[in-house]
């Protein structure tokens, strides 16, 4: 009897610790000279399994970035993080953007395709898994990792989104990171940003849409802080670049899907005024970087439609 209690004990106090996330995902261990990592996430009817290989070198090369690096200049300097001319990011998004077209759906659902992946991913405090209160990571590392805490997935599916050609914004709530996405006629909160509507997208946890916001961040303001990709880190070790695996479930098929057009139509309803939108262009502390702040504004959808719209090319 003694040692069942202390054995009921021992259970209890690891499930109090995960729940309170004292405990952080152990990390996997390199396998000839790779990290072989496991994703599951679903999006419609569909379960989706995959098994990515990660090049040990691109991890340790991004590992052995300092803290001050990547925290000298805040959520405005971000664009250091944002990897989208790593081989392995572009390799990733062009493999999710190739199932979602297999699966026939349009650019609204592949771009919340993609975010239900990143929302897949665990959350975990950097003060837990680092030593450091602030450790943004890169792609590669949130990846390894399989998680991290709202910057990390955020800088994950920014860097995503960048690199299959939509354009985003970081989102910088009181205490948070998010991602807004380019577009217009989304049924949801957005920020006006440059004369464009950014829609919010949410990164932690999962069943977020394109423009649900949590509702501690409805009446709030926000800093949008844009990405320059000329910033971004650039790691200085050559690899090749293993194809991932993928399997999906026997899951009941989805209705037939939509195609795979720029525009999609929603169902008529009757149309709202927007909330009124305010902005104001502020000085900051690195005048490169513009920051914005503003309140979300809230879309609803009469007889158009999502539309997401790829970035237009800016001269650098």
Not at 300 to 308: H, M, R, Y
Request: net charge negative; hydrophobic share 35%.
């Amino acid at each position: 009897m003694p040692n069942q209690n202390a054995r009921l004990l021992a259970y209890l106090a690891v499930f109090l610790a995960l729940s309170l996330g004292l405990l952080s995902p152990i990390k996997i261990q390199a396998q000839d000279n790779d990290y072989h990592q496991n994703f599951e996430w679903k999006y419609g009817d569909y379960t989706y399994y995959w098994n990515l290989s990660i090049p040990k070198s691109l991890y340790d090369a991004y590992v052995d970035v300092s803290a001050l690096r990547r925290t000298s200049k805040g959520v405005a300097g971000y664009g250091f993080l944002t990897t989208t001319e790593d081989p392995y990011v572009q390799m990733l998004a062009s493999k999710l953007n190739e199932s979602a077209t297999e699966e026939g759906l349009g650019v609204f659902e592949t771009v919340s395709f993609v975010l239900a992946f990143v929302q897949s991913l665990q959350y975990t405090s950097d003060n837990v898994t680092t030593n450091y209160d602030e450790y943004p990571r890169f792609p590669i590392e949130t990846l390894v990792d399989y998680g991290g805490d709202c910057e990390d997935t955020s800088i994950l599916f920014a860097t995503l989104m960048l690199a299959l050609g939509y354009g985003a914004v970081y989102i910088n709530p009181l205490h948070h990171v998010a991602v807004g996405v380019l577009g217009d006629d989304i049924d949801g909160y957005y920020y006006t940003y440059d004369q464009e509507r950014y829609y919010y997208c949410e990164t932690t946890g999962n069943g977020w849409d394109i423009g649900d916001m949590p509702d501690e961040y409805q009446n709030g303001t926000a800093k949008i802080y844009p990405i320059k990709e000329t910033q971004q880190y650039r790691v200085p070790v050559v690899f090749e670049t293993p194809q991932p695996t993928e399997t999906s479930s026997s899951t009941p098929s989805p209705q037939p899907p939509l195609s795979p057009q720029v525009t999609i139509y929603a169902a008529k309803t009757p149309a709202q005024n927007p909330n009124q939108e305010t902005s104001q262009t502020l000085e900051t502390e690195y005048p490169e970087l513009t920051t914005t702040t503003g309140i979300a504004a809230f879309a609803a959808v009469a007889s158009l439609g999502a539309l997401l719209t790829r970035r237009k090319p800016k001269t650098q």
